[in-house]
C-alpha cells in the first residue's frame, strides 16, 4: 500500500486503509475519506493535495495525506 501523496494528479485510487490516532482516522472519515471509497488526485503542490471525493473537493496537507493509504 502506498500512502496518497505518492498518486499522481488526475490518478483514481480506491482507498484501502486508513492510519492514526482515532480522532484523526473520525475527521478523515467525516470529510469522506473511508476504506473502499474513490479518490481522484485533482493536483498536488509540495505533499499537499487537492482531492475529488464523492462530489466534493478536499485539500489536505501532507501529514494527513499521508495517512490515507491505497
Given amino acids: 500500500m502506498l500512502p496518497l501523496t505518492m498518486a499522481r494528479p488526475g490518478e483514481t485510487v480506491i482507498i484501502r486503509k486508513i492510519?492514526?490516532?482515532?480522532?484523526?482516522?473520525?475527521?478523515?472519515?467525516?470529510?469522506?475519506f473511508v476504506v473502499e471509497e474513490?479518490?481522484?488526485?485533482?493536483s498536488g503542490?509540495?505533499?499537499n493535495l487537492?482531492?475529488?471525493?464523492?462530489d466534493s473537493r478536499i485539500a489536505l496537507d501532507r501529514t494527513l495525506a499521508n495517512r490515507v493509504l491505497y
Fill in 19 to 32: 492510519t492514526g490516532k482515532d480522532e484523526v482516522r473520525q475527521h478523515l472519515a467525516e470529510l469522506g
Fill in 38 to 42: 474513490s479518490v481522484t488526485v485533482v
Fill in 50 to 54: 487537492i482531492l475529488q471525493v464523492k
Fill in 45 to 47: 503542490i509540495g505533499g
